[in-house]
């Protein structure tokens, strides 16, 4: 991950950390359609970020 998209990941964490509950069940989803919708080769949210992403999500529930 170049440094970019390193600033915009650790953006994306932040942002979520300061969501409410609703608001996050309702990223989760589109997260979760978007990953499953993905015909590219290569994903815009990687293996690794989506398993954090996941982490968190059970960690806030």
């Known amino acids: 991950m170049n440094s970019v998209e390193r600033s915009e990941f650790n953006y994306i964490k932040q942002r979520i950390n300061e969501m409410k509950p609703d608001q ?17 080769d290569k ?13 968190m999500f059970k960690k806030m529930e």
């Open 43 to 55: 994903p815009l949210i990687s293996d690794e970020e989506m398993e954090f992403i996941t982490i």
């Open 24 to 40: 996050l069940n309702e990223i989760k989803g589109v997260i979760e359609f978007k990953r499953k919708s993905l015909l590219d």
